[in-house]
């Protein structure tokens, strides 16, 4: 059995300024090498709770451990553990792709080799070895997307977290990065995934779990919920659990 990449155990946390709490005593496992998807109504807290997971929000109380190490504790070491690709472009405009890849090469501690080396690999993958040296900001919103996950991956993460790693790109583009995805999840890298593209994510998630209002409602592998609850496919079972009133 696969050990544990992410244990988050009885967390609470809330927004500087706000009484009521995002989270409370929420707790969530994820396996080492599942392709894991997260799915809730907006403001459910799935960002939210991406961000405590990677460190960028510290929880109030409780823990998160990637591999059994600390986030709160050993950021040194957790930060080299994972790669993010988060839902807003995360890089330089005014840059080219490799100039980038670089610059987030050498954040993650890469040599200047090691990161020439990777990043070439990457933008030849991922469709923009044509467009190495472009500045990115005369990029599609498709090839945004495709240097956005070429930063999130450079540090070759043992865990990538992705949020609306998609959105805004054509159908081309969306089943290139779906591909690409399921290669690394081959090869070894656990997947934490979120969207509202509900069909993409039947697509590539094998194991999802709901939250709504800052708790998680269910948590399985997405054959067992569809058929636990009689749903043919993750839409119908995210309506029942989730409900079919308007979300803000």
Request: include cysteine; proline fraction near 2%.
């Amino acid at each position: 059995m696969s050990g544990l990449a992410i244990n988050v155990e009885n967390i609470d946390f809330a927004y500087q300024g706000q009484t009521k709490k995002c989270f409370s005593g929420l707790s969530l496992q994820i396996k080492e090498g599942e392709r894991f998807g997260l799915f809730g109504p907006n403001g459910a807290g799935k960002t939210t709770l991406m961000n405590c997971m990677t460190g960028l929000l510290s929880v109030q109380s409780g823990k998160i451990d990637l591999f059994g190490q600390e986030v709160k504790k050993h950021d040194k070491t957790v930060n080299h553990f994972f790669g993010f690709v988060p839902q807003d472009f995360s890089f330089y405009q005014e840059l080219s792709p490799m100039e980038n890849l670089d610059f987030f090469g050498a954040w993650y501690g890469l040599s200047k080799v090691e990161t020439k080396k990777r990043g070439k690999e990457l933008l030849e993958i991922l469709g923009l070895g044509d467009s190495a040296t472009k500045q990115v900001q005369k990029f599609s919103g498709g090839m945004k997307r495709r240097v956005n996950l070429a930063i999130g991956v450079i540090n070759q993460p043992r865990i990538l977290f992705l949020d609306e790693p998609t959105v805004g790109v054509d159908v081309q583009t969306r089943h290139a990065i779906i591909d690409y995805l399921k290669e690394l999840n081959k090869k070894g890298t656990t997947l934490v995934y979120t969207s509202h593209q509900l069909h993409e994510a039947e697509d590539l998630c094998t194991n999802v779990a709901m939250i709504d209002e800052g708790k998680i409602i269910n948590q399985d592998s997405l054959e067992n919920l569809k058929n636990q609850h009689q749903e043919k496919g993750l839409e119908g079972l995210f309506l029942k659990l989730t409900g079919k009133e308007y979300r803000d």
